[in-house]
C-alpha cells in the first residue's frame, strides 16, 4: 500500500513541476513579445503566465506537503494543503483580473494611446501557448482523476481556461492586424476589449474554484455520498440499521466515521467481524477512504 502511495505522490509531484516548467517558458515569452508590440492582450497574458508560474509552485509545494503521512499535529493527514493551494491559485488569478480590467478601462475610456503591433511574433507566441496549455491541463487533469486531488484539478482548469482566453487575445490581435491593412483604426480597441475577455473567463474560473475549496475546506462532501455509504453498509448481513453517517475530506482524502446497529446477542467477536466486512466492501467503493465503524446494540422491543 505505501509503495502505492509513494508512486502516486511522485507521479502528482512530477505533474506540478512540469505545469511550473512550462509556466516559466511562456511567462518570459509572453513578456517580451507583449513589451515589443505593445498588446494589452499579450500582456494581460504575460501577466496571467506570472501568476500562473506562482500558483504552479504553490502547487507543487501543497502536493508535496500533502503526501506526507498523518503525525501527532495532523491526525487526519496535510491533505487540507492542497485545498488551501487551489484557494490561493484562486486569488491570484483574481489580482490578475483587476490589473487586466484597470488597463483596458483607461485604454478604451481613459484616453491612454498604446500603438499595438500585430506581427508574426504576437500571432505565434499565443499559438504556442495555446499548444503548451492544451497538453498540460490534459496532463493535470488525468493526474488529478486519476489521484482526486484538488490542488491538481484546480492548476488543469486553470489552464484549459487559459486556452480559450488565448483565443480571445488571437481575436483580438487577428481585429488589429485587419485595421492596418482595412483602414479601420476603431479595431484597434479590439485588443483591449479581448483583454476584458480573458478578465471575464479568469472571473468565471475564479467562482467555481473558489466555491469549491472553500466547501472543501469546511468538510463540505459530495451531494449524495453520505447515502451511498449509508446504502452500502445497510445492505451488509448482520446490519439491522445505519444510524449515523458522518465524512469530511482532507485533500484527495475522505474519512468516514460509521455508527450501525446489530443484535444484542451477537458476540463481541461476531460483531468485530461484520463491521471488519462493513469497511473492506466500503473501501472497496471508495479506496481513498478511512472508516471507522462505531456498534451499538439494537434495542429489543418489550
Known amino acids: 500500500m505505501d509503495t502505492v502511495i509513494k508512486a502516486a505522490d511522485r507521479e502528482k509531484r512530477w505533474v506540478a ?68 493551494s487551489a484557494l490561493f491559485e484562486t486569488l491570484l488569478l483574481l489580482l490578475t483580473c483587476i490589473w487586466i480590467i484597470s488597463e483596458a478601462g483607461q485604454r478604451l475610456l481613459g484616453g491612454k494611446q498604446v500603438h499595438i503591433d500585430a506581427n508574426i511574433w504576437a500571432f505565434l507566441v499565443i499559438f504556442l501557448s495555446i499548444f503548451i496549455d492544451v497538453g498540460r491541463s490534459r496532463a493535470l487533469m488525468h493526474a488529478a482523476r486519476k489521484h482526486n486531488s484538488q490542488a491538481l484539478e484546480a492548476d488543469a482548469v486553470h489552464f484549459s481556461t487559459d486556452v480559450w482566453s488565448s483565443c480571445v487575445v488571437l481575436l483580438g490581435l487577428a481585429c488589429v492586424w485587419l485595421s492596418e491593412r482595412l483602414g479601420m483604426p476603431w479595431l484597434e480597441k479590439a485588443d483591449s476589449v479581448a483583454a476584458l475577455g480573458v478578465a471575464a473567463i479568469v472571473v468565471g474560473v475564479c467562482f467555481r474554484l473558489g466555491w469549491k475549496s472553500v466547501n472543501a475546506l469546511l468538510d463540505a462532501v459530495p451531494p449524495g455520498l453520505q447515502g451511498k455509504i449509508e446504502t452500502a453498509a445497510a445492505a451488509i448481513p448482520g446490519i439491522s440499521a445505519v444510524k449515523r453517517v458522518r465524512v469530511r475530506s482532507s485533500g484527495p482524502d475522505l474519512f468516514a466515521d460509521i455508527t450501525v446497529v446489530m443484535d444484542p446477542e451477537m458476540t463481541i467477536e461476531a460483531g468485530h467481524r461484520v463491521a471488519d466486512v462493513v469497511e473492506d466492501h466500503l473501501r472497496a467503493g471508495f479506496p481513498n477512504m478511512d472508516i471507522i465503524v462505531h456498534v451499538e446494540p439494537e434495542r429489543k422491543s418489550k
Do not use: F, Q
Request: overall charge neutral; charged content about 15%.
Open 17 to 84: 513541476l512540469t505545469s511550473a516548467m512550462a509556466a516559466v517558458v511562456l511567462t518570459g515569452t509572453k513578456a517580451v513579445v507583449g513589451v515589443l508590440t505593445g498588446s494589452l492582450g499579450i500582456l494581460s497574458e504575460a501577466a496571467h503566465s506570472a501568476l500562473d508560474l506562482l500558483a504552479a509552485a504553490v502547487t507543487y509545494l501543497s502536493v508535496r506537503i500533502s503526501g506526507k503521512k498523518a503525525d501527532l499535529d495532523h491526525t487526519y493527514g496535510h491533505g487540507k494543503v492542497e485545498n488551501l
